[in-house]
């Protein structure tokens, strides 16, 4: 558990990281840079503030994406500071009662959480009439795909954990994920039991429910006896390997925690999958293929994978890969931050943007499910022919038939 004092003593504000924070290139407001946020942090525990309007909003405008953290030559966790004071304001004034109620309601999953994303699109489009976010289809991917799916090779046993937004806006990233897992040999598990990560309610700073959400996914796969749980979206899979922080010592979040593998890492690690897709014979098309790749926060700055998709990439023969400027640079999407403050989203996005215009590539390629709402609202927002594919569709569509 981090000490919070400790960790605030360690900052000496020196200002290095403030160049690598998104939010205050677009503001450059000294509030806004990581020692700002931090001295009034601070400030707030000395009792020389209260928890004013200002106060809240400045920890708002936070994507908490580790950009600082990454950059602190002294190895400060502000982005972990910043969470534990939302933390503390949730604590001592509860969540804004909306909000609340909205959260509350993951919780009861499915029919209701399909409904919730729809309106809550609707009502971002009616705000925002700039929002060209896509439409959720009719069914999730639940509804089509088998709690089981067996394997006779005796390959490993893995749970698939889909996440909120594959299940509801992109089903066929959650099928690409599948096929790639079954090419792979693997027995899948879809368990039912499970649902949110939590990490809405961690970010709100309401750790109860973030627990029971935590809990109840920790039931659903643990039953399974499973060797991995495999996640293809890079916010849940970090914060799925956090719940051993959120439960300290507590052997079963250990347990569940050592078993998460984002879908990069671990068809890269534990398939050795790039060696596989160098043997597989390859649709013609794919000799003209220009790709680009965007590093989510949440793969690269908190899970340090940055070298497995694009060794996965680049192994798909004929594609041709190419680096854009400044590659794990946040997109500004930030989960309830792009609704928050959806104007410094969006401009924050633009240099995103331009870099991946830069590149010529044809296809950006990503292993965030907020990352991809972000730049496909981006390609669509600028008329942009660019294709905006997750790792695993893009693998599933070029790794030739199974072997
Ligand atoms: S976590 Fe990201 S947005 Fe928040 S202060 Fe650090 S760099 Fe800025
Ligand atoms: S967080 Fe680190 S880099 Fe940023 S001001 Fe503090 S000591 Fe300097």
């Known amino acids: 558990m981090l000490n919070i004092e400790t960790e605030l003593h360690r900052c000496n504000r020196c200002g290095r990281c403030m160049s690598d924070c998104p939010v205050y290139l677009e503001e450059t407001q000294e509030s806004m840079t990581a020692r700002g946020r931090l001295s009034l942090v601070e400030a707030y525990i000395q009792g020389k503030i209260c928890l004013t309007h200002r106060f809240k909003h400045i920890l708002s405008k936070c994507l908490l994406c580790g950009a600082c953290s990454d950059a602190c030559v002294a190895g400060v966790s502000v982005h972990e500071i910043i969470q534990w004071a939302r933390t503390e304001i949730t604590r001592k ?13 993951f919780l009861e999953q499915d029919t209701f959480i399909s409904q919730l994303l729809r309106q809550g699109l609707r009502i971002n489009r009616q705000l925002h009439h700039l929002s060209k ?101 890079a916010a849940c899979s970090s914060y799925l390997k956090d719940y051993k922080k959120l439960f300290g010592s507590d052997p ?67 594609i041709d890969f190419v680096e854009m400027n400044a590659p794990d640079r946040c997109c500004g999407h930030g989960g309830s931050f792009h609704l928050e403050h959806y104007k410094l989203s969006l401009g924050i996005l633009k240099h995103k943007m331009d870099d991946i215009k830069e590149t010529g590539a044809q296809v950006v390629v990503t292993g965030c499910m907020g990352c991809l709402l972000q730049l496909k609202e981006g390609v669509n927002s600028e008329g942009l022919n660019t294709k905006v594919l997750h790792i695993a569709q893009l693998i599933d569509q070029y790794k030739g038939e199974p072997s």
């Open 133 to 233: 976010m896509p439409c959720p289809p009719k069914t999730t991917f639940m509804d089509n795909t088998s709690s089981f799916i067996p394997e006779s090779q005796g390959g490993l046993r893995v749970g698939y954990f889909v996440g909120c937004i594959a299940n509801h806006f992109f089903p066929h990233i959650g099928q690409a994920t599948i096929h790639i897992l079954k090419d792979g040999g693997c027995t899948i598990y879809v368990p039912r039991g499970q649902g949110c990560c939590g990490l809405p309610f961690f970010n709100a700073g309401d750790l109860g429910k973030a627990c029971s959400l935590a809990m109840r996914n920790m039931d659903a796969m643990l039953k399974q006896d499973v060797d991995y749980v495999i996640v293809s979206c």
């Open 93 to 105: 004034q509860k969540i804004r009662p909306l909000k609340q109620l909205l959260l509350q309601k």
């Open 252 to 318: 079963k979040a250990q347990a569940f925690s050592s078993k998460v593998r984002d879908i990069s890492e671990f068809l890269a690690n534990e398939l050795s999958y790039a060696r596989r897709l160098k043997d597989k014979p390859f649709p013609a098309e794919a000799q003209t293929l220009r790709v680009t790749y965007h590093d989510p926060c949440h793969l690269k700055k908190r899970q340090k994978i940055f070298e497995e998709p694009r060794n996965l990439i680049q192994a798909i023969q004929g």
